[in-house]
């Protein structure tokens, strides 16, 4: 098999719900995401064999094989396919095990695995899902929230808990900001904001957009415990310990080692394993522990091995959940999973999120001069992917 390289990974700045990146399509978003990433790394776009692109709510402006559409728009020649995958959270970590799968394989050598999702612009659900009577009948198919809900009670998790994981979140993403921990990744994008005028016709401002926006530095403990249940009355999931609805894109690189090396690549990371895996659709947000241990077993790793790991904040007890399960705790107090926040504090722009952890573990691994990182998802309807990565 050939090396899968991560040859470079970057991400927008992810933008608030209804804020600044509201004002752009996600394909337009995307495309200054893959032109920065093919420009930074000096590679001419006409090398670039396919888009495989992460997008959950294929409707409206994120229809049509946006995947394909983020190469058109970027202004790339047409020679350049793309495509489009739905793993729900994970599927632009999907897209990262599709492009390495396809570079390990030897079928494609240079490969943009990424993803997008506008959640202002294209609201999650707003495609309207259904799935077979077959279906309903054989489980109890629930929105995310409620089985959020559900891993509390099964995992005795507090309230309280959650929201000191929340709070966390958004205290180390902060840190990372106000540290240029992020800088790495993140590549700067411009969106022409409109501001209203006196009665007339808005005019078009053009902003330059360089720093995620969710993040609540000001938030409090006090102020978490005073939220609201968000999805049943007596419950203890809340809008501040789930995951922020916000708008963003991401990218990574992917090289075979002839193609980097043709081209002069300095690559960052390879991809060593990945590990997929169906858990019960009404619990559905668990499976994190097992997708690890599948990619750790294919690796021949353990957790002892890994620097940094990366658990998709979807819900805080999401978190609580993988770290007791996977023997973790310590370590996430310790610093060494999420360390730089998560979807609670930056937001979890849905079909984006995969490629947007990868970037953030790329970079932290290389802050801390670590070797192996791992980057897990849980996925809506009971499912989880995870990735090993090894810095090189
Ligand atoms: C939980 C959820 C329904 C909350 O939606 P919402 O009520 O519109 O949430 P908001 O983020 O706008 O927060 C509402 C208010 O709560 C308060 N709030 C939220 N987080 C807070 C925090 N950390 N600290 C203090 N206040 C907070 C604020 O007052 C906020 O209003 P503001 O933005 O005007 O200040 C929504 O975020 C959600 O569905 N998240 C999960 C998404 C999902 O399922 N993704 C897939 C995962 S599998």
């Given amino acids: 098999m050939n090396e899968a390289l991560i040859v470079d990974a970057v991400r927008s700045p992810i933008g608030k719900r209804n804020g600044t990146l509201s004002h752009i399509r996600g394909d337009e978003l995307s495309a200054q995401v893959v032109n920065a990433l093919v420009e930074r790394n000096s590679v001419d776009p006409a090398e670039i064999e396919d888009v495989q692109w992460g997008c959950v709510t294929q409707i ?14 970027a202004g790339w020649p047409v020679s350049v396919a793309g495509t489009t995958v739905d793993r729900q959270c994970g599927s632009s970590m999907q897209t990262n095990f599709n492009a390495a799968a396809a570079v390990a394989s030897g079928q494609l050598d240079l490969v943009v695995s990424g993803g997008v999702e506008m959640m202002s612009r294209v609201p999650m659900g707003s495609n309207n899902g259904s799935m077979s009577p077959l279906v309903y009948e054989r489980y109890d198919i629930v929105m995310q929230g409620i089985s959020a809900e559900e891993i509390a009670k099964q995992w005795n998790l507090s309230r309280e808990e959650l929201d000191r994981i929340s709070y966390e979140s958004h205290q180390r993403a902060a840190r990372a900001i106000d540290e240029g921990r992020f800088e790495k990744e993140v590549v700067p994008v411009e969106v022409d904001v409109p501001e209203e005028g006196d009665g007339g016709a808005p005019t078009l401002t053009r902003v330059r957009f360089a720093v995620d926006e969710a993040v609540r530095r000001e938030t409090t403990l006090e102020k978490m415990a005073s939220l609201q249940p968000a999805f049943i ?9 789930s995951s922020q609805i916000v708008d963003g894109s991401a990218a990574v690189l992917v090289a075979s080692e002839a193609k980097a090396s043709e081209l002069g690549l300095t690559p960052r990371a390879r991809f060593v394993s990945f590990g997929v895996v169906g858990v019960e659709p009404h619990l559905m947000l668990h499976g994190n522990p097992e997708a690890s241990a599948k990619a750790l077993a294919k690796a021949g790793l353990t957790w002892d091995d890994m620097d940094v790991i990366e658990v998709n904040e979807a819900f805080a007890s999401v978190v609580a959940q993988f770290n007791a399960d996977a023997g973790l705790q310590e370590r996430y107090e310790a610093g060494d999973v999420n360390p730089n926040g998560g979807g609670i504090s930056l937001g979890h722009p849905l079909g984006a999120t995969g490629a947007r952890i990868t970037a953030t573990l790329v970079s932290e691994l290389e802050r801390r001069n670590g070797r192996y990182g791992l980057a897990t998802m849980c996925i809506g309807f009971g499912q989880a992917i995870a990735a090993v990565i090894e810095r090189v």
Avoid at 233 to 241: C, F, I, P, S
Wanted: glycine residues 14%.
């Fill in 233 to 241: 009355a007596d419950g203890v999931v809340t809008a501040g310990n």
């Fill in 60 to 73: 409206d402006e994120q229809a049509w094989n946006i995947g394909r559409n983020v190469s058109l728009t």
